[in-house]
C-alpha cells in the first residue's frame, strides 16, 4: 500500500508568516509523529499522536508551533509567525501501534525554508 | 536531546570494502534501530535489535549490540556506490510518546 506522504514537498516563506505542513500516515496505522531535522543533524522530536488520546506535544520548540490530527489519519503541522530558524525539513512517521518495537515509517518530508 | 551518538561522522570507502559505523548511547535502552537517509529526505528502517540480542544479519547488514558499554555498530559488507547516505542510530523514548531520540548520524560514502 501506499507510505506515508507529506506536503509541500519543498516551502519557502517570509518571516512572519504562517505555514501548514500536512502529513498523511499509513492507513491503519495509529501512531503518528512529527520530527524535525535541521541541516547536518539527527532528528528532534516534536509531538506524538496514538489513537484519540491527548498528543503528547512536549518536543513542541515554542507556542508558535502547534499540531492537529482529524479523524485520527491526516495530521497538520502550523507554524506561526515563522522564523528564520524554523528553517529545516519536517518529517512525518507513522506506526502500526506506537509501541517501541514498532518500526517507524517515514515520509519523505517537507523542506521549510524561511526567508 | 540527542541521546545517541555515531562515530565516524564521516566515512568514505570504495565500493566492494566493507564499512562500520558505531553508535554509542547513555540510557538504558529495550532495543536500538538504524535508519538509512538518502538526500536528507525520508528515512527507512534498517533494522532492530532487542536489548537480549547481541548479533543480528539483513542481508549485508550486521548489527551488534554490547549493553554493557552501551554500544552498537551497523556493518555493510562488500558496499555499493547506492549505499552512500547518512545513517542513524535511534533509540525508543522512555517516555509514554515512544519517540525515537536519534544520534547525529554517520555520512558514508561509497566511491565506485
Known amino acids: 500500500g501506499a507510505g506515508v506522504s507529506q506536503s509541500p514537498s519543498n516551502k519557502v516563506t517570509e518571516k512572519g508568516k504562517d505555514v501548514e505542513l500536512r502529513c498523511d500516515p499509513i492507513?491503519?496505522?495509529?501512531?503518528l509523529y512529527w520530527y524535525r531535522q535541521s541541516l547536518g543533524q539527527g532528528l528532534e522530536f516534536l509531538i506524538y499522536f496514538q489513537g484519540n488520546s491527548a498528543p503528547d506535544k512536549s518536543g513542541l520548540p515554542s507556542d508558535r508551533f502547534s499540531a492537529e490530527r482529524t479523524g485520527g489519519s491526516v495530521s497538520t503541522l502550523t507554524i506561526q509567525r515563522t522564523q528564520q530558524e524554523d528553517s529545516a525539513v519536517y518529517l512525518c512517521a507513522s506506526s502500526l501501534l506506537g509501541l517501541d518495537y514498532n518500526e517507524q515509517f517515514f515520509g519523505p518530508g517537507t523542506r521549510l525554508t524561511v526567508l | 536531546s540527542q541521546q545517541g551518538e555515531e562515530d565516524p561522522q564521516a566515512l568514505s570507502i570504495q565500493e566492494g570494502e566493507n564499512a562500520t559505523m558505531n553508535c554509542s548511547y547513555k540510557?538504558?535502552?529495550?532495543?536500538l534501530q538504524w535508519y538509512r537517509q538518502n538526500s536528507g529526505r525520508g528515512l527507512v528502517h534498517l533494522i532492530l535489535?532487542?536489548?537480549?540480542?547481541r548479533e543480528k544479519h539483513s542481508g549485508r547488514l550486521r548489527v551488534t549490540l554490547d549493553t554493557s558499554k552501551k554500544s552498537s555498530s551497523l556493518l555493510i559488507t562488500a558496499s555499493r556506490a547506492a549505499d552512500t547516505a547518512s545513517y542513524f542510530c535511534a533509540r525508543p523514548d522512555s517516555g509514554s510518546a515512544r519517540q525515537l531520540t536519534f544520534g547525529s548520524g554517520t555520512q558514508l560514502t561509497v566511491l565506485p
Open positions: 535489535i532487542r536489548s537480549n540480542e
Open positions: 492507513s491503519g496505522h495509529t501512531a
Open positions: 540510557t538504558s535502552i529495550n532495543n
